[in-house]
């Protein structure tokens, strides 16, 4: 996963020494296999996005993010096809870059109706993991799950990349990172609002880190 680190933590790493095993590129993960240790993991909700995409009347893809993801990761490098993912993803703090289309998002319907898309109150949506099958090499895998997300569950097939493992500096917990991708239809769960005007199909990106608990 891909992650801006903020200038306050850089500061702390400066200011409290750390002694920590870097990889060759001089940051604390890597792609290396060998550094994942066997364990129950936690999500880590400020590194962790679902970053979602739709195509808007045919002219441009727009974009929005769930952030403060939490859950749980179970992984053992001896038997990685056995590895068990379990989050939630707080819908109700969905974020856009227009605060006009966030409030849409979540306003509820007019004059008692039905939302346009998730309401005010919307329950956590949440990911569980039924079945792992690696490539490989064991460093990309496909990962099916149970998705529910506004009332409704639907089978869902994550594309997942390994992209890297060690320990943070900040923490000094061991950290593994994962990038994963799928698409679904909005469709599939009662979110009809706009279609095919706004896309009935979803980009799915997922930005994770899970450190051992």
Known sequence: MRFAIPLAALGLAIAVPVVIAQSPSGVPGAPDKTRVAAGSYAADPAHTLVV?????????????????VTGTLVIDPANPAAAKVDVTIPV????????????HLLRPGKDGGKPDFFGPSPADARFVSTRVVLDDDGDEAKVTGNLTLNGVTRLVTLDVDFHGAGTNPGNQKATVGFEAETKIRRSDFGIL?????????????????????
């Open 193 to 213: 609002y706009g279609i095919p005007l706004v896309s009935d199909e979803v980009e799915l990106t997922i930005h994770a880190a899970f450190e051992k608990q």
């Open 52 to 68: 979602w995409e739709v195509d808007h009347f045919g002219f441009s893809k727009y974009t929005g993010i769930f952030g403060n």
């Open 92 to 103: 109700s703090q969905v974020t856009t870059a227009s605060s006009g289309l966030s409030s």
